[in-house]
């Protein structure tokens, strides 16, 4: 596998793959040997150059440069295209040249894939298939609420204001700063249209903003459901999906903030939050509207995704033993313990093998 | 009219009363000497020492005090209490001690007062009533908008997540700081309930956050309606209240610091914007699901409403010629031109006394 891209997703994808006992990274392309550039050398992740004229700024660096991306898209049985919206769908002629299947990722759009695609929601959908979108990660973040609900009680109806972060921590140049954006004003937003890309026929709108805070997105989210159900048993049914974590009461979560501090506290790579955080004490159900409040960690929600996305495409195994497979070698899952990351002793070693590399 | 607390909202009380042709501010009472206080000796309201014991810091501060606040309360035909939440409360003893009339802000209990008053809602509620309760920022701007519509179309259901400001621009020791917190966790909000002081029988859900801004908060509102309708025609109906202004596409107008720009800039005082702000590209309608974007600058909306709430406590004039007059006189309405502010002549006229004053 091969990681064209190696920036804030790139880089999580290249370690999630690496971790996994049937999968190995043959390298990762870069535009620029940056500090991300170095942190994969150290990994041992093969670099290539996905600007070939740049190669000598590699050499000057002090990184060794296999080759240009398209040596390494001709070696890959497949590559997860990390690169920056826009650029994705520009890099598909060379995938296709080398007749090399590739993942896109949910900034393009939906038509740069024959299916976007959701482990949880529609995994059979991409067996077998070349080009596939990992939608992106408010509607991953979405998608795993939606596709337990309607199984369980049926879905009348969608609403769901977004309630986005400015930009990634290191996105600096980004705002807003002390202003709260209709973003896009325009109602409904995007986000609505993209979950119907992996549920066609849900009833869905979508209100976007964005505020001034970096670590993750908050949904408030509305779906009215077509059976009577109560808040305890909704809850019940989420805490039962190993990609949504239900935080309890009496940790004192209140915001992103802490559950970053959680997350890294528990040694977890980056501090990521792979799973949809939902507070419990949020849940409630009026009449057959059901409300909760759910973070969603930007940088990291859709790397699981990415991983299930390459297995579903080589067919190597099915859908309920892709995810655990995936959720066992990453260390996805926190129980309701406040100590039960799944991955503790994992990440500790990891961490220990950077600090000895270091 | 006594004011007793003279602070963010105290401060805007009294310059509305001032400017009413049928008021008069015979007083203001504060707790502490501070730049507030230069302000009202400024504007040549009395000055009254809300903490009896206090008063040789006012004297030293170089500030003639009246006498204690009890004074301005037995002299006062109404008192409007602009003291912090739960002060409020506690000063209920005071007023009724004087027999004096007197109106507590939206912070206080629902109890501390006869009557929530909305004045667009339910001006005659309070007609003749000693102690009226005006509701709070969020709960005014969503009364502002529901009342219209379940008079033009009925209204089913209200859903409505309150994207609020973490705190006032000179409340400097408040957060979050680069988060997103849902507040309160448990759903729905105290703010639904609220509402339904003014609106009795309105099913109505609300979800409330708190973000790093200061300047408004922003509604994602959902009204699901009785009747099927369209955008155009809710537009239209919201271009018609005076209280609301519905900002025009192609002025740029993209957020709350834009908005602040606006109104500073046409010389409004302080940049209030006592109307709330609903962006026209926002308004849409899905099936008989109403959604918007509005913006209420917390510090300013409530204003009008004191005003209004003098009117219909003394019973001096009914509820269209109290709006129209508090309107005129304060300056309250922005046509959809960009200089449309109506009280742009008087804020100026406001502005060049101050600076004769200074």
């Known amino acids: 596998m091969g990681v064209n891209g190696y920036g804030t997703i790139g880089k999580r994808v290249a370690d999630a793959v690496d971790a996994q006992p049937d999968m190995e990274v043959i390298g990762v392309a870069k535009t620029q040997p ?22 000598p700024l590699f050499s000057e660096a002090g990184i060794d ?6 040596e390494m898209v001709a070696d890959a049985d497949i ?14 002629a060379l995938y296709e040249s080398h007749d090399t299947p590739a993942i ?4 393009e759009d939906a038509d740069v894939g024959e299916v976007s695609f959701n482990a949880r929601a529609n995994y059979d959908d991409a067996r077998g298939v070349d080009y596939v979108r990992t939608v992106s990660c408010n509607t991953t973040g979405l998608s795993r609420i939606i596709a337990p609900l309607r199984e369980e009680y049926g879905v009348e109806k969608v609403r ?4 986005r972060r400015g930009g990634d921590p290191g996105q600096n140049s980004r705002g807003p700063i002390n202003d709260i954006l209709p973003n896009p004003i325009s109602i409904p937003s995007h986000h609505g249209p993209d979950v119907n890309t992996i549920f066609p026929d849900l009833a869905i709108d979508t209100l976007g903003l964005k505020v001034p805070a970096t670590l993750m997105h908050v949904h408030s989210l509305n779906v009215t459901l077509e059976d009577d159900v109560t808040a305890a048993h909704v809850r019940q049914l989420l805490e039962s999906e190993s990609r949504v974590y239900v935080i309890p009461e009496g940790l004192g979560i209140d915001g992103a903030g802490k559950l970053k501090d959680f997350a890294l506290d528990a040694g977890r790579p980056r501090g990521d939050l792979w799973e949809n955080c939902v507070w419990g004490e949020s849940i409630a159900v009026e009449g057959r509207d059901l409300y909760l409040f759910q973070a969603i960690h930007q940088e990291s929600d859709v790397i699981p995704e990415n991983v299930d996305a390459i297995r579903a495409m080589t067919e190597s195994v099915d ?3 892709s995810m655990v497979t995936t959720d066992d070698y990453l260390g996805v899952g926190i129980t309701g313990d ?21």
Chains 1, 2 share one sequence.
């Open 338 to 358: 406040p100590s039960g990351f799944s991955n503790e002793d994992e990440a500790e070693a990891v961490t220990e093998t950077e600090i000895a590399d270091d």
């Open 104 to 107: 896109f990722q949910g900034g």
């Open 34 to 55: 940056n500090f991300e550039a170095h942190t994969a050398v150290k990994r041992g992740y093969p670099m290539y150059a996905a600007i070939p004229e740049r190669m």
């Open 65 to 70: 440069v296999e080759g240009a991306v398209d």
């Open 79 to 92: 590559v997860v295209d990390c690169t920056p919206s826009g650029i994705g769908a520009e890099n598909k």
């Open 160 to 163: 769901a204001t977004l309630v």
């Open 319 to 321: 859908q309920a033993e």
